[in-house]
């Protein structure tokens, strides 16, 4: 069989040249080219499928089953079949250009379900006007740059609702702390972007204060030290370390040798102050009888 000319336009191959084409033999322009090509091909495909789920949608309209019939047939699981089927029937009612991008090649199904979700929050004309004004332009973007897009284009759509949705997420803020391998945690924080910006920079500005020559540290290794030392700083002695030693079911039972140690710091439970203490008085005492 010929192999296929790489410099040709994707749209010309064939799913078997793709297929035949042996690896090993391109070259490093070669593969780029063959990387485009296939990604590309993979996108119509994509295209395809979703069309041929809204298709089966449409033909099984108001039957309940459809995702579970879904499920089965395609060997996934009903939250999956579930989730396409919703991005087949937005792409048809709310998106057509963005279908249009994916059914061609321009954009692959990453990207068509990051501005599915974007617009999730829009009214269906709204989504309409937002996918006329990022396309085609969507299409030479990576992730972050067509977040920035979209969320300059729903902010134009819908100023009011993108206000709400910010004050709704502000609301949202808090920490929260997550176990991990070895006696170390990872500590969230999720916060305002403005917030969050000018705590990065300090703790920037407090990892290069502390950063001495020859400190073998990592910058990330300052950077979390700088945190530790932020926060609880002068205040050590108000937090205690508690571990905790939880062994697995196997190691009760004696399969195995697999203990697991956790580390977490509280505040130590308070002591009232001496002047303000005062015992209280027992009320089942008996008083003293008093003759009459």
């Not at 020559?213 to 300052?222: E, K, S, V, Y």
């Amino acid at each position: 069989m010929n192999e296929p000319n790489l410099n040709t336009d994707i749209p010309g191959w064939t799913t078997d040249e793709f297929l035949d084409t042996p690896t090993d033999d391109l070259s490093e322009q070669e593969a780029l080219a063959f990387l485009h090509g296939i990604t590309r091909m993979q996108a119509m495909l994509d295209g395809a499928r979703l069309n041929a789920i809204h298709r089966f949608a449409t033909l099984r309209a108001g039957d309940p089953r459809v995702p579970g019939f879904l499920a089965a047939e395609l060997k996934m699981t009903r939250a999956k079949a579930g989730g396409d089927l919703a991005l087949a029937h937005t792409l048809h009612t709310r998106l057509p250009r963005t279908r249009q991008a994916l059914a061609t090649g321009n954009l692959d199904l990453a990207r068509a379900r990051q501005i599915d979700r974007a617009t999730t929050p829009l009214t269906d004309e709204q989504a309409r006007h937002v996918d006329e004004r990022i396309l085609p332009q969507a299409c030479d973007q990576n992730p972050r740059q067509l977040y920035d897009l979209l969320r300059r284009t729903i902010i134009e759509a819908d100023p009011d609702g993108a206000r709400k949705r910010t004050e709704a997420r502000r609301e949202q803020r808090g920490v929260n702390l997550q176990p991990d391998k070895g006696e170390m945690w990872w500590l969230h924080a999720y916060l305002p972007a403005e917030d969050a910006i000018a705590i990065d920079s300090l703790i920037d500005f407090v990892g290069q204060q502390t950063r001495t020559p020859g400190d073998r540290r990592t910058w990330n290794q300052c950077r979390a030290d700088a945190l530790r030392d932020l926060i609880i700083g002068t205040h050590r002695d108000r937090v205690q370390t508690r571990s905790y030693l939880t062994d697995n079911a196997t190691d009760v039972l004696g399969l195995d040798d697999l203990p697991r140690r956790s580390t977490r710091l509280r505040p130590p439970a308070r002591r009232p102050h001496p002047r303000t203490h005062r015992r209280a008085p027992n009320r089942l005492a008996r008083r003293p009888h008093r003759p009459a």
